[in-house]
Nanobody
């Protein structure tokens, strides 16, 4: 069984920063791809950024230059450094991990950016 637990969300003013963390536990020690997704009220869940086990990253155009994804394979941790936050970044942020064809999701952490 795999568990993903996010932390680090909260309320921040526009222009501020937050760092999200995702801790993985269970029987899988190396995920092929890990990523952050977000879902705002009334909207579909969307990819924010992802990173492979080798360190290759992708990110949505809306967060390029502001958000940085990283992972610590030894600690089975995933991070998202979010700078220059905007009100439109407000959403529930989810951690996702993929091992071959199987995907796992965390429970989500709320990020609210006030204007």
């Amino acid at each position: 069984q795999v568990q993903l637990v996010e932390s680090g969300g909260g309320l921040v003013q526009a222009g501020g920063s937050l760092r999200l963390s995702c801790a993985a536990s269970g029987s899988i020690f190396s995920f092929n791809v890990m990523g952050w997704y977000r879902q705002a009220p009334g909207k579909q869940r969307e990819l924010v950024a992802s990173i492979t086990s080798g360190g290759t990253t992708t990110s949505a155009d809306s967060v390029k230059g502001r958000f940085t994804i990283s992972r610590d394979n030894g600690k089975r941790m995933l991070y998202l450094q979010m700078n220059s936050l905007k009100p439109e970044d407000t959403a529930v942020y989810y951690c996702r991990a993929q091992y071959h064809a199987i995907q796992y999701w965390g429970q989500g952490t709320q990020v609210t950016v006030s204007s």
